[in-house]
Structures are given as structure tokens and as C-alpha cells.
């Protein structure tokens, strides 16, 4: 996080499923990484809208989600995109391997353009540049094949790309 200049994070989080560790916060501390928002989501007394303006006021632009629901992560998306804080709009979102795992594409309205760029921690991630950029690229390839509804020929058939094996995601369809 630091190397990419993300010294000022926002965290959403379910403290009940899947709450974030207090190594997590440790560890951020001592990289010099301020947590400007820690927003529970589990919590029935606040609306996702209420959550969403609280992230937006923070004024960190990188947001970390820690959710472990389809129902969770499109209702969260679907809010963010609502807010105005989606990629599209200048924030990098950031979700653990368990959000990927989770998120039903979908079920939230032009995913694709609001949240492109979207980031995971997987077990890919981080390992070296060539991963990332692999990570990256195949994500927005599949995008690129479900909404031109087939194959580009320069992107997508030049990498032999399976979409089967590729998609992590929960389909809807």
C-alpha cells in the first residue's frame, strides 16, 4: 500500500462475519497508513447510504472491503456507485479474495464502468509485477467479453483466455 502512496485508507468491514484483525490495524500503524474511516456494516442501526457518507467525508480516496455476502457485497456496491464512489469517480476500491468470492457482478447496474479497475487481495496478488498485471488484465477482459458478448479478437483469443476457469465470481444468469 505504501509503495503505490496509499498512506490514508478507508475500511468497510462486517465486525461480525468477517471482522478485520487487530494485526491488520498494527501493521498499518507502523507503515505510516492512517485509517480515516472504519465503518461496520453489520451494525442494523445505520443505512449503507449513512455508511457511504461517512467514507465520503473521510476524505480517503482508497477503500478496503472486508465482506463475506453476495447480498452484502451487491447491496455495499450497489450504495458506493449511488454515493458517487466508485472507481469512475476517484476512489481505488480494494476487496479481500473472500469479496471477490462473493460478488455477483450481475446484480449491480454498469459494474463495469463504475468500479473498473477494481482491485483483489488474492493469493496472486503482490507476488510480482507480472501477476498483478496479468490479475488486472484478465478481470478487464472479461468485462470486455460480457459486454460486447463474445471474443475481441486483439485482447481476449491472442492469450487463449478460458472465461470458465477465469470468472471467480457468482453469476446470476
Known amino acids: 500500500f505504501v509503495a503505490r502512496g496509499w498512506n490514508q485508507l478507508a475500511i468497510i468491514q462486517d465486525r ?7 494485526t491488520f490495524y498494527l501493521e498499518a500503524r507502523k507503515a505510516g497508513i492512517a485509517i480515516l474511516a472504519d465503518v461496520d456494516i453489520s451494525s442494523p442501526s445505520t443505512t449503507l447510504t449513512e455508511h457511504m457518507a461517512t467514507l465520503s467525508a473521510c476524505g480517503a480516496r482508497i477503500v478496503l472491503t472486508f465482506v463475506s455476502s453476495t447480498e452484502q457485497s451487491t447491496a455495499m456496491f450497489t450504495a458506493a456507485a449511488a454515493a458517487g464512489l466508485g472507481t469512475v469517480d476517484g476512489y481505488q476500491w480494494v476487496g479481500t479474495e473472500q469479496a471477490m468470492a462473493t460478488l455477483d457482478v450481475y446484480a449491480i447496474a454498469n459494474f463495469e464502468r463504475d468500479f473498473e479497475g477494481i482491485m483483489f487481495l488474492s ?13 488486472s ?3 478487464a477482459d472479461w468485462a470486455l467479453y460480457e459486454n460486447r458478448g463474445g471474443n475481441d479478437p486483439m485482447v481476449v483469443k491472442q492469450r ?8 471467480p465470481w457468482v453469476r446470476s444468469k
Open 16 to 22: 461480525v462475519v468477517e471482522p478485520v484483525s487487530e
Open 137 to 139: 488484465e484478465a478481470i
Open 160 to 167: 487463449g483466455i478460458n472465461f470458465d476457469q477465469l470468472n
Open 123 to 135: 493469493a496472486a496478488y503482490g507476488i510480482d509485477d507480472l501477476a498483478i498485471k496479468w490479475q
